[in-house]
């Protein structure tokens, strides 16, 4: 369960309880003048890391591999593109329109 600290509303002292988590600041009784007018204070936590587990590591490698796989699809042709091949030219004097000669 985890310490909270709370400032009491009537004594003005601070003070820390252990309650769940699903606890509601204003059900907090103060030790001192057991009001029940305390505020929750935002407090800094210290937190280790323990093995060899890098965190973020994982995302960071599947984003880049991602972005190398993108760079090769974009080298490919579109799938409903037609590729543009041009007309074999098979005499020098046929006229291109009507696809006869002169």
């Known amino acids: 369960m985890p310490v909270y600290e709370y400032r009491c509303g009537k004594c003005s002292k601070d003070f820390e309880a252990t309650q769940s988590v699903h606890a509601r600041p204003e059900d907090t009784e103060c030790p001192f003048c057991h009001a029940q007018e305390a505020t929750r204070l935002l407090s800094s936590f210290a937190s280790t890391i323990k093995g060899d587990h890098k965190p973020g590591f994982a995302e960071l490698k599947a984003k880049s591999m991602i972005n190398e796989r ?33």
């Open 70 to 102: 993108m760079d090769k699809f974009a080298k490919l042709p579109p799938l409903n593109a037609k590729r543009n091949v041009p007309q074999p030219n098979t005499s020098s004097d046929s006229n291109p329109i009507t696809g006869t000669g002169s």
